[in-house]
DNA sequence: ATGTGC
């Protein structure tokens, strides 16, 4: 991206100025010079199309990890007020409907963990399902998966995988409100029959980290983090079913926008007036699918849980926090002065609720909420902690965020030199798709310790662990 | 992301 076109209002944050004559809200991009130039043209583009939707409140935002996604950039967030006319946007939450990463702490350390990595993540290839289309041990009849898509994680640890003390610490205490399972067509019910309980495939994972550093002492004591401390990190979403929903409305918000007489600048930016019907079944099925994803991280969960106590008898995973990047979320945030309900999309980006809020567990309350990074495969991920000021609707980076194509990487690496390259780092790779794996690359990556850092100095969240991977098990 | 697609 060519930063002469942005305007630099503080040192982390700029805009894109209105042409004379353009109509829209402002847009603003969160991140330092050197992320912002290596960032794809694509994604300012993409943003400045969000700028123009209808109800939009403040500014599209992009957080420092952002790059080009399906309408909206991954990254992007965008709070629009069902008042004004706002919309809401299949291409804004993402095909993956409430992607996100459960993070558990364990009680075991590098020490012990070390000496039989190998056969861990042996015992945890076999038993995650992973990869495209993989099913899981729990085969569901339509009855029952509509209990799933209404019960969220707590329908998992009612089946006993899992317990109380896993869901709170899950966002909306592992079950979603206003789900409405009739909105979801029998298709993405039937995809989705065999899917609980598995990882999928592309950047979804499960990995085995060591707690390298610590950043905030005091912080990091209240999420129960210390140096050398063993932690497992689930990336996973909705599967198939949340996928289904999303290419089902976008065909619907496409048809609500031409009849609510909506300028769309791409297709793929297809949304709904909230207060429309298209808007309202989509909010139904996409909490559903909300519901689908806690569930599915929860099953994933307990077998790994499983799978730890079979290689170390003694050990304890707790759920540290589990959070969503891809969503849109009925929240109530602060506009000059006047406090607001809003439909705060965040597509590629993580919430990052302050200290003080209501919603979050007591125990991180007076600290703010576990903010989840998750890195590429090699490359680590931080765990950061939200701010009371945050200046993006309670908002922050996900992830490393891409920074080649898969197309590109596929051209520049190849899967097996992938894996022995993190071999010889230390850090076991296992998966059944060795395109994935060089799709996966670190190098395909943007620089995550980059991003974290600079997360922090725009003030999005605070960096409070870094967690260095031993093995992962990708899709 | 995805019972992977020009």
């Known amino acids: 991206m060519d930063l002469q076109q942005l305007h630099q209002i503080q040192p982390y944050l700029w805009t894109f100025p209105l042409k004379s004559g353009e109509s829209r809200k402002e847009v603003l991009l969160y991140g330092g010079r050197a992320l912002l130039e290596s960032m794809d043209d694509k994604v300012l583009e993409q943003i400045t199309h969000v700028a123009s939707l209808p109800g939009l ?44 990463i459960r993070c558990l702490r364990s009680n075991l350390n590098l020490q012990d963990v070390e000496p039989h990595l190998s056969t861990l993540a042996e015992r945890l290839f076999r038993v995650i399902p992973a990869g495209v289309g993989e099913e899981g041990f729990l085969k569901l009849d339509t009855k029952q998966l509509d209990q799933v898509l209404l019960g969220g994680a707590r329908w998992a640890v009612q089946q006993g995988y899992g317990s109380e003390a896993d869901l709170e610490f ?17 298709l993405a019910k039937k995809r989705q029959r065999g899917e609980m309980g598995t990882l999928g495939s592309g950047n979804h994972y499960l990995e ?22 063993i932690i497992i990190s689930i990336h996973c979403g909705s599967r198939g079913l949340g996928h289904q929903i999303g290419t089902e409305y976008l065909v619907s918000m496409a048809k609500a926008a031409a009849r609510c007489g909506i300028h769309l600048p791409d297709r793929e930016l297809a949304c709904a007036p909230i207060k429309s019907p298209e808007g309202q079944q989509y909010i139904g099925a996409m909490n559903a699918g909300i519901n689908c994803a806690l569930a599915n991280r929860q099953i994933l969960t307990h077998l ?19 959070v969503s990047h891809n969503t849109c979320k009925l929240e109530k945030h602060e506009v000059e002065g006047k406090s607001r309900m809003l439909h705060v999309h965040r597509k590629g980006a993580t919430r990052a609720f302050g200290a003080g ?40 980076s996900h992830g490393a965020g891409r920074a080649l194509s898969r197309h590109q990487a596929l051209a520049r690496w190849h899967g097996k030199q992938v894996i022995g390259e993190l071999a010889q780092q230390g850090i076991l790779i296992r998966s059944r798709s060795m395109r994935g794996v060089a799709e996966e690359a670190p190098g395909a990556y943007k620089d995550i310790d980059l991003v974290a850092e600079t997360t922090e100095q725009a003030r999005l969240a605070r960096r409070v662990a870094f967690l260095k991977p031993l093995a992962c098990i990708k899709g």
């Open 170 to 186: 899950i966002e909306e205490r592992g079950c979603m409100s206003g789900a409405v399972p009739a909105n979801v067509s029998e």
């Open 208 to 229: 085995v980290q060591v707690v390298e550093r610590i950043f905030d002492t005091v912080t990091a004591q209240a999420f129960g983090l210390q140096e050398a401390q």
């Open 304 to 322: 790994t849980r499983e799978t730890f106590m079979e290689v170390f008898p003694n050990s304890e995973l707790e759920t540290l926090f589990d």
């Open 357 to 396: 809020h209501a919603s979050l567990p007591e125990r991180y309350r007076a600290l703010g909420q576990p903010v989840i990074v998750g890195g590429s495969m090699g490359t680590g991920s931080y765990i950061l902690a939200g701010n009371r000021d945050n200046p993006a609707f309670a908002s922050a």
């Open 57 to 100: 409140v403040g500014a599209a935002m992009t957080m420092p990890d952002a790059h080009w996604g399906y309408g909206f950039p991954i990254g992007g967030v965008a709070a629009f007020d069902a008042e004004q006319g706002g919309v809401i946007s299949a291409g804004g939450v993402g095909f993956d409907i409430s992607c996100g």
